[in-house]
């Protein structure tokens, strides 16, 4: 009887161990966020890291998908004469879901593994430890500007891929399907409602603020060389991947 | 200068630190010999306030660190410079950056006046014309000379050595100790260095005491344990195999 509470505590434990970290960090960072100095230096370096070197990604990745939602959307409205609302499935699907979501996603695997893997890279080579010996707080120097970045920059790239799915949906619309441009920019406007964007933006927002957080707490206790670094790494990835898809669904019910 | 008081120290059910006791005096060079994981770095980390004790004191100019507030920690840090074993230097920062970071951190220096002092802490180790190059640019005895300047960047009053000869070749290793005898003169510096090399330990300090079980057995100047009675010391500094230290 006592074995199965052992088992059960010996998987419990350190999902709560890592949960009750994660938290912690989280009221650190809120500390550390509202003390002078800003460190502007380090956040304008992470904004470009995190917003401004995704950006090719998240386009391509958002172009495409504003396309094959056109297409796709076409080919099943066409088989009840909706087809009409072709441009209203891409706009919504966008700014409702798939833009915030894949912008996550992408940044997740991109600028979360970078941040856990520098931290990561940073604590197994005592860099950390130096920070601490000059005074300095690692949570202040190095995690605040990131997670500042990963909440200002998931909304700002997330505007970007609705803009170009949107596009996107557009020229295999109307330049492939020849579709006819008026209704189905009509069609679009008239159903995307302000609200639809901004929901999705707050999703976005909460996502970097996820990515950001969870990538440097596994970077921040990484242990025992390279491959602690990369279990870091990895971790971090999947982590945030799943975060984003779970919280998703309850940001979904609780905004729409 | 620097007190430690039964200072005791575990990691889960491994005890490392055993209540040491050592006091270091103003000017002094004191190095802590030891084997690999006798608990060295575990007892200069505890001096600087990285890690925490579990029981016992450490006194800075007699301000207990472990019980000061992250502030006031962080006011006693800046009268440290530490020399880590890896270097420690920053990856994504150049050479006068990781330099002058302390400066940059805690004065309202302009970026002209902080290289001008990085250049000027760099040629006290003799190093010129590397401002510009990254830590990945630079060789392994660069690097700790690199770390050392960094570490004196802020004129500290004391000075930690984490294994400074390791690593390095034997003709580099004693630049870095003539190095660290050089720092002592000029800059009258109280220091710790925590080594396993005993070349470098008779020749940069003033005082030698032996990390052993968690406990310091013996301390002494270097002509003192040179001549030690005691067998695990004599094991130790005469580099045998055969004796009460067991592998």
């Not at chain 2, 800059?187 to 710790?192: D, E, G, P, R, Y």
Request: net charge neutral.
């Amino acid at each position: 009887m006592f074995r199965i509470f052992e088992l059960i505590g010996s998987y419990v434990k350190p999902f709560l161990l890592e949960i009750g970290g994660v938290v912690l960090l989280f009221m650190n960072i809120l500390r550390w966020l509202v003390r002078p100095p800003l460190g502007l230096r380090n956040i304008l370096k992470q904004l470009l890291e995190v917003g401004v070197r995704s950006t090719t990604v998240v386009l391509i990745t958002a172009v495409f998908t504003g396309m094959v939602l056109a297409l796709q959307s076409y080919t099943g409205f066409k088989r009840f004469n909706a087809e009409a609302f072709m441009g209203t499935v891409v706009a919504l699907s966008m700014t409702r879901e798939l833009g915030p979501v894949l912008t996550g996603i992408i940044v997740a695997g991109r600028a979360g593994a970078a941040m856990a893997a520098e931290l990561g890279t940073m604590k197994v080579t005592e860099q950390i430890d130096a920070l601490y010996t000059m005074a300095t707080n690692p949570v202040k120097y190095l995690i605040v500007p990131r997670f500042l970045a990963g909440v200002l920059m998931l909304p700002a790239l997330t505007v970007l891929a609705d803009i170009i799915g949107i596009v996107g949906g557009y020229f295999v619309g109307v330049v492939i399907l020849e579709s006819n441009p008026t209704v189905y920019i009509s069609r679009t406007k008239d159903y995307l409602e302000l609200s639809d964007i901004y929901h999705g933006l707050i999703k976005a927002s909460f996502f970097g603020m996820a990515i950001s957080l969870i990538s440097c707490y596994k970077g921040f206790n990484a242990e025992g060389g390279a491959e602690g670094v990369g279990k870091a790494t990895t971790g971090a990835v999947v982590i945030s991947c799943m975060t984003i898809l779970i919280s998703d669904y309850f940001l979904s019910a609780w905004l729409f | 200068m620097i007190k430690v008081v039964e200072l005791y120290k575990s990691f889960d059910s491994k005890k490392v630190l055993l209540g040491v006791n050592l006091e270091v005096n103003r000017g002094e060079s004191m190095v802590v010999i030891g084997g690999s994981g006798s608990g060295k770095s575990v007892l200069i980390k505890n001096i600087i306030g990285i890690m925490t004790p579990d029981r016992g004191s450490v006194l800075i100019a007699n301000v207990d660190i472990t019980k000061i507030k992250e502030n006031e920690l962080n006011e006693v840090r800046k009268k440290f410079g530490m020399l880590f074993q890896s270097s420690a230097l920053f990856d994504s920062l150049s050479v006068w950056e990781n330099v002058g970071f302390g400066l940059r951190q805690h004065t309202k220096m302009s970026d002209k006046e902080i290289k001008e002092i990085s250049s000027e802490k760099l040629r006290m180790v003799g190093l010129v014309g590397i401002e510009d190059l990254m830590p990945s640019d630079l060789s392994g005895g660069m690097r700790k000379r690199v770390g050392l300047a960094r570490a004196i960047a802020m004129n500290p009053e004391i000075l930690l050595y984490d294994e400074p000869t390791t690593g390095i070749d034997p003709i580099m290793a004693d630049v870095i100790n003539e190095l660290i005898i050089e720092m002592k003169k000029k800059l009258k510096v109280t220091s710790i260095a925590i080594t396993h090399d005993i070349v470098s330990a008779y020749k940069i300090a003033d005082r030698i005491a032996m990390l052993y079980n968690g406990e310091i057995i013996e301390i002494g100047t270097p002509e003192e344990i040179k001549n030690t009675k005691n067998p695990v010391v004599k094991q130790f500094i005469t580099g045998s195999a055969v004796g009460p230290i067991t592998v």
